[in-house]
């Protein structure tokens, strides 16, 4: 299985809601990684977990809070998102950590849509 | 901090022609370099990886360099088709660190 699900594929939400997106993988990849992507952009860095642990934070609003419950699993919360955060949020996964080959795989993306 | 560059930001041709997209970064201390593809309002999907030991990649009609001192890498599509329409992404991974840097993506349209 070289797949990276996430879901949903589409969410649309206001200021005032709590939601979460959910990453899956199941290659034993041990980094997993949040991305926004803005139309006609590329992707830019959010969060990486390594071994379930928080890596990097790229700076993000608190109102993005990512979680990693185990291995194979990646959420990131929601909560009182703003209009500009509006975008497609790709979810990555790679062997991670020491020399590895760490090519990484993407998931399909959740589009958000905040009114 | 890292900087990666994609030229042209978009490329027509016509199908059967033989193409070469480049990618250019300012920090040559990279772990790896990696080549995506991207249709429109979908997730990436990874073409070659490059470790910095490497020179080039192949995969069917696909084949990335990389010149690390130059900080330079280019891919190649072979025989191109409709089906390669896409934008293609490069990104670089800094030295033994999980962040990974983007360029702007290529806009490639393959007219049949």
């Known amino acids: 299985d070289t797949e990276v699900t996430q879901t949903p594929k589409h969410l649309v939400m206001g200021m005032t809601n709590k939601k979460s997106l959910k990453c899956e993988q199941h290659?034993?990849?041990?980094?997993m990684y949040w991305y926004k992507q803005k139309a006609k952009k590329p992707p830019e860095l959010m969060f990486v977990y390594s071994y379930e642990k928080l890596s990097i934070n790229e700076s993000v609003p608190s109102r993005f809070s990512p979680e990693c419950p185990n291995s194979s699993l990646l959420n990131l919360h929601l909560h009182a998102l703003q209009p500009e955060d509006s975008a497609l949020y790709l979810c990555?996964?790679?062997w991670g950590g020491g020399p590895s080959y760490n090519e990484q795989f993407f998931g399909p993306g959740t589009r958000l849509t905040v009114l | 901090k890292q900087e990666v560059t994609q030229i042209p930001a978009a490329l027509s041709v016509p199908e059967g022609e033989n193409l070469v997209l480049n990618c250019s970064f300012t920090?040559?201390?990279?772990?790896?370099l990696q080549w995506f593809r991207q249709d429109p309002g979908k997730g990436l999907t990874s073409l070659l990886l490059?470790?910095?030991?490497?020179r080039e990649q192949t995969s069917g009609r696909l084949n990335a360099s990389l010149d690390k001192s130059s900080g330079r890498s280019t891919l190649y599509i072979a025989a191109s088709q409709p089906g390669d329409s896409a934008t293609y992404l490069c990104?670089?991974?800094?030295?033994?660190?999980?962040?990974?840097?983007f360029g702007a993506g290529t806009r490639l349209t393959v007219k049949p």
């Open positions: 920090d040559s201390a990279i772990y790896n």
């Open positions: 290659m034993g990849h041990r980094a």
């Open positions: 990104a670089v991974r800094r030295y033994n660190n999980n962040d990974m840097r």
């Open positions: 490059i470790q910095s030991s490497q």
């Open positions: 990555a996964s790679s």
